[in-house]
């Protein structure tokens, strides 16, 4: 089991920046892919971004340049840095784990968090 707790969104102007944190438990979190994904209104989820346990990092092409996403196992918490935000950033971001075989934008999550919800406004 992992759990999953999303923190950092809130309403910033476009061309700011933001950084949600992920905090994960469980016994498999070291060795789980980490990754965030986000669901605009009307929209379905889409994958932002993801790092392994080794360290290999994916973006989407939409956030490649404004998006850092990093670990810290010693605290098992996962970050999503965001700059230079645009308003089609806007969405509910999630937090997901999976301990299945993960490659690039191929994320087939098993765990996720409650969300939190970034907007952006012009």
């Known amino acids: 089991q992992v759990h999953l707790v999303e923190s950092g969104g809130g309403v910033v102007q476009a061309g700011g920046s933001l950084r949600l944190s992920c905090a994960a438990s469980g016994r498999t979190v070291s060795s789980a892919t980490m990754g965030w994904f986000r669901q605009a209104p009307g929209k379905e989820r889409e994958f932002v971004a993801s790092v392994t346990s080794s360290g290999s990092i994916y973006y989407v092409d939409s956030v490649k340049g404004r998006f850092t996403i990093s670990r810290d196992n010693t605290k098992s918490t996962v970050f999503l840095q965001m700059n230079s935000l645009k308003p089609e950033d806007t969405a509910v971001y999630y937090c997901?784990?999976?301990?299945?075989?993960?490659?690039?934008?191929?994320?087939?999550?098993?765990?996720w968090g409650q969300g939190t919800l970034v907007t952006v406004s012009s």
């Open positions: 997901a784990a999976t301990l299945a075989y993960s490659v690039g934008s191929y994320f087939p999550a098993e765990y």
